[in-house]
């Protein structure tokens, strides 16, 4: 499989959970609503991935692994993957200030509104 390939040929990865597959298959299924774009700031694509997988989970208590998966994703899509910390950074900030990320080119704004009343 590809994403084992890469994961295990990648030191940067975090080690894989014993939800990994889920988190992969839910992360693929996020990134088909929300795909990632060569040529626009990572920040966009990992925010708005963060969203889309908000919206595949139901919450944004997220399971272990999809920072794993997320990786792989970008990876995947020839992009150099964000950092751990970072991505969790956006999702912290997605908590705490999802109106923030309203500027954001091609965002999904009813579901970023929905995760603002939450």
């Known amino acids: 499989m590809r994403n084992e390939t890469l994961s295990s040929s990648?030191?940067?990865l975090p080690r894989p959970s014993p939800q990994q597959n889920e988190?992969?298959?839910?992360?693929r299924a996020a990134v088909e609503l929300s795909?990632?774009?060569l040529g626009i700031p990572q920040?966009?694509?990992?925010?708005?991935?963060?969203l889309a997988f908000y919206s595949v989970n139901g919450s944004m208590n997220f399971t272990r692994g999809w920072v794993r998966a997320l990786m792989i994703?970008?990876?995947?899509?020839?992009?150099?993957?964000?950092?751990?910390?970072?991505?969790?950074?956006y999702r912290s900030r997605l908590l705490d200030n999802p109106l923030s990320f309203r500027g954001?080119?091609?965002i999904d704004l009813p579901l970023l509104n929905r995760l603002a009343r939450c």
């Open 10 to 12: 990648w030191a940067g």
């Open 23 to 27: 988190m992969d298959q839910m992360m």
């Open 35 to 37: 795909p990632i774009v």
């Open 43 to 50: 920040r966009h694509n990992v925010v708005k991935l963060i």
């Open 73 to 89: 994703e970008f990876t995947n899509a020839g992009i150099s993957p964000p950092t751990r910390s970072s991505i969790t950074w």
């Open 104 to 106: 954001i080119p091609g």
